[in-house]
Structures are given as C-alpha cells and as structure tokens.
C-alpha cells in the first residue's frame, strides 16, 4: 500500500516538473521571440498585412498652341462588389434596388439575375466581383449613387480600382506626329512622337502610401508621415494649329482619295520660325480608308525628283558655274550619259531655253547638262556643296528616329559616271518630305534656314520650365542675290511654268513641281510620287508648304495635278478665312470681349480658397490655371470650354483636392 502511494506521488513529481519544466522553455521561446527575434516576426506579420502601394502620378498634357487640348489623361475606374461586406440588414434592404439599378445601366442580366448571382455570391462568401470596367466619371458617379453602392466603401461593399488612361481628342488630326502611349502585354511602354520625344517631361514622379489588408484583394490606405505624394508631369504647348491642321488634313485626304493613292504627307511650316503649323500623314488600310499610321513626312526617304532641282540651282548660281540666263539646247527632249538616256516630260523638248526657264517648266535635259557640264571635272565641289545645304546628314529634330539624307559622294559604292548628273534632277538620292521643305522655307526665308520646331514651351501649371526658340542651321545658305533670283523663278513657275493650274488671282504662290518615278519595293512594279513644295505668299512669305503623293493610280500622276491642288487649297484656305489685314486697328480702344474675359478671369483668381468657384464657360486653359492656383488636382476630359464641374459652385474644398472638369 505504502510502495503504490510511493509510486503514484513519483508520478505526480515527474508529471509537475515536466510541465514545469516545458512552462520555463515556453517562457524562456516567447522572451527570445518577443525581444530578441520581435522586430523579425513584427515585420514578417506587416509584410503579409501592410505593403507599400505606388501612387501613379498624371502625366503631363499637350495643347496646341491655341490651347486645345491634344493629349491628356483621364481617370477610368474599374468596379468591383464585396457581397460579404454589407451588414445582414444593409444588404436585405438595398439589393433588390441595387440589382435593378444595375440591369439598367450594364444590362447583360436581368435585374433578378443579378440578384440571385449576389446572394448565391454571399452565401459562399465571395468578396470580388467584377462589375464595370472602365467607366468614365460621370458614370463612376452614377454608380456610386446605387442603393447599397450609396453607403460607402466598407458599408456598401463598393471596391474601386482607378487608373489614367491616355487619350487624344482630337482623333487622328497629327496623329502621328502628337504619338501614343501603348501598354504592350508584357507590361512594357511603346511611345511614339512628341510622347515618346518629351516622354521625360511628361512623366511625372510616382507617389508611395501604405495600406493595409482588410480582406482578400481589399487594401486600405494608412496615412502616416511617410507617405510621399505624386507630382504631375509637365503640360507641353505645340506648335500645331488645329485651324491649319484641319485643312491640310482633310485638304490631303481629298486627294488620296480622288487619285486612289497609297499614301501621302503635307506639312506646313511658318517661314520665319521653322516652327510646324501642321502635319497630316495618311496611309491607305485595308479596308481601303485612309489612316495615320506612319510619319512620312519625318521617316519616309525616297527619290525626291524634279523638287531636288532647287538645290542644283542655287549651287549652280551661288558657285558661278552659269546664270539663269544661259542658253541650252534640250536637244528634242533627250540628252545621252553613259549611254543611259534623260527625257523631258516634253517630248519633243523646248528647244533652245534659258536656265531660268528650264526651271519653270521643269526640263531635265537642261539641269543635267548644266551640273555635268560644271562640276564633272570636280564632282565633289557639287556634292560638298549638298552637305552645305544640309544633306547627308539629319536636320536634329526633337523626335525620334529622323534618318540621314543620302548623297552619294565620289569614292562611294554607289558612285557612278552617271550618279552627277542623275542627282542633278533628284535621282539616285534618298531625302524626307521634311528636309526637302527645310531647303524651300530657306529660300523663303531669304536664305537663312531654320530648324523644324513642334514644341513651343513646357509649362508646370502657370510656370514656364522651357522655351523653344528659333533655331538657324544655316544663315546664308547662298549668296543674298541668288535667293531673289530663285524666289523670282519659282513665282514664275505658278505664273507661266508647270504650276500654272494653280493661278490664283485672291493670292500669290511660288514653287516647284516634282514627279518622281521609282521603284515600289515589296509590292512590285514602278510607280509615281508626285510632290509640290513652295511658300506663299509669294512675297513677304508666310508659309512654306510641301505636299508629297504616292502612287496615285487614277487620272494623273503629274506633281502639278495630283499634289499642287492640295497646295493650293490650304494656301487658299487660309488666305481666305483668315486674310492678312491692310490696315492697323486703333489699339488705343480696349477690346470689349478681352475686358469682359479679363474681368471674369481675375474675379475667379480672388475667388477664396476655401470654397469652389465657378469655372463653367471659362476655356480650359483659364479654368485650369484658376483652380490649380487655389492648390486643387485638375483632372480633364474633352477639350473647349467648361460646360460641368464635378464640384459645385461654392461648394467647401480642401488642398491637393481632385476635381473634374468636362469640356466640349
């Protein structure tokens, strides 16, 4: 009896000290793991819970220089139901008003549809649905104010994902010259134009916030110290008149369409600044519709022909080698190099004509045997001469991808005994549409030539960050007295030359006429570019122009028939809508609109920063610069003049506070 009760207390003993003992090594874990490994283990558990969050930042808009918008980012908002979320009593209430709501507005179910799916979805405790995709603010808010959606986040289950979407306005006007921003499917950026070539200005620094994990998929921000806001990337301002880029596009589009062309570019450049006024590039698709797909006017090289004689001439001039009143014989229309024959549009040819007026109609005999006749003993005084003008190398435009002019020069693979002569009249050369009209605008510009400019300034708001000014490449490019000669003969080949159709009596004109025969690569077969490039007007030029046609396969393909119209429309256009005034207006006598505009504009800026002013009928320019002033986050959409602001006229505001502004 004694030795079981010795036994049974033994157990007793061992069963007490080994909990104890297994108590102390609890102990002793939890005061390693709470002071020794706590900082790990609290940040193991933060790290599954808390996650740092990137707070994109709006890209910068572009305007053009009128200040219409061209590029901007809008908010889209992606919706998403927690069907848990609700309270018992809140969802009973409100789901078959939600569920009816929604029928209405994205009717893919029915209104009992949608209920049954949200039951059955709570019941198994699901906590994302997807709803919407996509939306725009208006009808973000619409769907805000659902029964259930009404009562807030947490109350109403409501999950919104908002992201910025780049979009364009203006449609397809310079499209290709304003570029895109693409997320291709590996989450990688293509950008091309202006977004790709400013793309570090318009970028904005991305914001950083914490947030915490409520349920699956659902994370709610932490507001500390540490949180770090976005900054918006700057506003770029073009040099693109949406006035004068409507024309030239649809000035261009006629025209591809009459002829059946494959594709064609039209750029207008103001002479004095280089700065570009308006750029369309149209390719035929599929479908046999025009689009903007490619930038011929900065990417395309080609065989530039008749055009190219210009830069023959003023080499010719400005070197001595003859003068516009040389006489020489087109011998019929055919002259002989190497055995490879030159041929006048002109068949039988003009007989014995002057260099000045070989440039008017357009002969290619004369223009060859003057170059060969001058520089065959030299070539490369000619070719040394191209370079000086600009050839053979890139015109250093701000956007991406501009390739080299080709000249072959003595010594090359592609040098020939006949390469001078055929450069001479614009074969056997590789220029862009942009380089050639850089050369024209020269001329235009009384010999000094000027960089093509697409940007005007960048601006943070109200501020300027950078200008663009003119830019010369070249002061004088020839002798002061051979530009007037060759400005007085390209008016003459409108006046009297192979641009005669384009006469106009309402304003002058001067230019050449270029149609050039080439190869079409791929597609097999020769074909025709047809091109006009020039200025107007004729004296005191405001605008130089070039109009390049591809393959035009209906009626005609002469330079002169196919792209000077389009010319001479824009010109016209213009000229027409907006005449150059005679007479000085009396600026002493204030302006009643620009007062009212003025007085209207400064009682906003007074506006209290307290509370929302009315921005409704001001030009978004205006609106923008008024509510950003009083520390607000603009956000855009449309382009015009305020017609709806998401937050009411003396309605309370706060800093850094979003706000929409829709425009037509």
Not at 282 to 301: C, F, H, P
Not at 370 to 375: C, K, L, M
Not at 423 to 450: D, K, R
Not at 552 to 566: E, F, I, L, M, N
Request: charged share 25%; glycine share 8%; aromatic share 10%.
């Amino acid at each position: 009896m004694g030795l079981a009760k010795k036994t049974e207390n033994n157990r007793i003993y061992f069963v007490f000290f080994g909990m104890l003992a297994i108590g102390i090594a609890i102990f002793f874990k939890m005061s390693i793991i709470q002071f020794k490994e706590g900082e790990q283990w609290r940040s193991k558990a933060d790290s599954l819970t808390i996650k740092d969050e990137i707070i994109p930042a709006n890209r910068g808009n572009i305007y053009s220089a009128d200040g219409s918008l061209l590029a901007t980012s809008i908010p889209k908002y992606t919706i998403y139901f927690d069907p848990y979320s609700p309270s018992n009593e809140n969802f009973e209430q409100n789901i078959r008003g939600f569920s009816d709501s929604l029928a209405k507005f994205i009717p893919k179910k029915s209104a009992g549809e949608y209920e049954a799916y949200f039951r059955k979805a709570r019941s198994n405790k699901k906590r994302y649905i997807h709803i919407a995709t996509k939306l725009s603010y208006t009808q973000y808010m619409k769907l805000k104010s659902f029964p259930l959606f009404n009562l807030g986040k947490f109350k109403g289950g409501m999950i919104v994902n908002q992201v910025h979407v780049r979009e364009y306005p203006m449609g397809m006007i310079a499209n290709r010259t304003i570029g895109y921003e693409r997320v291709n499917d590996d989450k990688t950026i293509t950008r091309k134009g202006i977004e790709a070539a400013f793309t570090d200005y318009l970028t904005g620094k991305e914001g950083k916030r914490k947030v915490q994990k409520m349920s699956k998929n659902l994370w709610k921000p932490i507001h500390d110290e540490n949180e770090i806001d976005p900054k918006d990337g700057y506003d770029i301002t073009t040099t693109i008149d949406v006035y004068v880029q409507d024309i030239a596009h649809h000035a261009l589009l006629s025209s591809l369409e009459y002829y059946e062309a494959d594709h064609g570019t039209v750029i207008v450049m103001e002479t004095n600044t280089g700065q570009i006024k308006a750029i369309s590039n149209l390719g035929k698709i599929d479908d046999g519709s025009y689009r903007e797909t490619v930038n011929y006017a900065v990417l395309e090289r080609h065989d530039p022909g008749s055009t190219f004689k210009l830069a023959s001439y003023l080499a010719l001039l400005d070197d001595g080698k003859a003068d516009t009143a040389t006489i020489y014989d087109t011998h019929g229309g055919i002259v002989t190099f190497s055995g490879r024959q030159v041929r006048d549009s002109n068949r039988r040819g003009y007989g014995k004509i002057s260099l000045g007026r070989a440039f008017e109609v357009s002969s290619n005999t004369v223009v060859t045997q003057a170059v060969n006749q001058a520089y065959k003993d030299n070539p490369k005084e000619f070719t040394d001469k191209m370079k000086d003008f600009g050839f053979n190398a890139t015109l250093g435009m701000d956007l991406k991808g501009e390739p080299k002019s080709y000249i072959p020069v003595p010594g090359d693979r592609n040098w020939s005994k006949i390469a001078l002569p055929w450069m001479a009249y614009g074969y056997g050369i590789l220029v862009t549409p942009m380089q050639t009209l850089t050369l024209y605008n020269a001329v235009a510009n009384n010999g000094e030539m000027v960089k093509p400019q697409f940007v005007k300034e960048i601006r943070d708001v109200n501020q300027v960050i950078r200008t663009f000014d003119k830019e010369v490449i070249n002061p004088q490019i020839v002798k002061p007295k051979v530009v007037k000669e060759m400005q007085a003969i390209m008016k003459n080949v409108v006046l009297r030359g192979t641009g005669k159709g384009l006469l106009s009596h309402d304003f002058s004109m001067a230019g050449k006429t270029g149609t050039a025969q080439m190869n079409y690569g791929n597609r097999g077969g020769m074909y025709y570019a047809s091109s006009f490039v020039g200025y107007f007007p004729a004296d005191n030029p405001k605008y130089s122009c070039i109009v390049v046609i591809h393959r035009p396969t209906k009626h005609s393909y002469y330079g002169g028939d196919v792209a000077g119209p389009v010319f001479k429309r824009i010109a016209q256009k213009i000229f027409t809508d907006v005449p150059s005034l005679k007479e000085i207006k009396n600026i002493e006598t204030p302006s009643q609109v620009a007062v009212k505009s003025y007085k209207n504009y400064y009682t906003n800026v007074k506006h209290s920063g307290s509370a929302m002013p009315n921005v409704v009928g001001l030009p978004a320019m205006d609106a923008v610069a008024i509510l950003e002033n009083l520390g607000l986050k603009v956000q855009v959409v449309g382009f015009g003049k305020v017609t709806k602001q998401s937050v009411a006229n003396g309605e309370k505001i706060t800093k850094q506070q979003t706000i929409t502004l829709e425009l037509s």
